[in-house]
């Protein structure tokens, strides 16, 4: 989870690591376990919202990425169950023109 706050609101992101549930979601695929976020996430309403995904051309994503500012992309594996840690199933691609790569390079964040 990731919040973006405001002085008059904050906003949640939910990823799929995060299932409110009694049941291991862990070894389903992705697809599935975002399915079943939206579902439980459904009627929250204003705040909390799943983070999106794209499926597509991932150097063309990193650049609209880069270009507004983001930290960076990670690419999943739709097929893969959740794995914690580094694995082979996702990667991180970092924007290290990003206001907080700058500011970790420069030892301010």
Request: with cysteine; aromatic share 10%; hydrophobic share 35%.
């Amino acid at each position: 989870m990731a919040n973006r706050s405001s002085a008059t609101r904050t906003a949640w992101r939910i990823s799929t690591s995060f299932i409110a549930s009694r049941e291991d979601w862990r070894p389903q695929p992705l697809e599935k376990r975002k399915a079943t976020l939206a579902k439980l996430f459904s009627n929250v309403g204003e705040g909390i919202y799943l983070n999106e995904h794209l499926v597509g051309d991932g150097p063309n994503i990193f650049k609209h990425a880069c270009l507004l500012g983001l930290e960076g992309i990670v690419s999943k594996r739709c097929d893969f169950p959740y794995r914690s840690g580094r694995t082979k199933s996702w990667i991180k691609v970092k924007n290290r023109n990003s206001p907080v790569a700058r500011r970790v390079e420069e030892g301010t964040f």
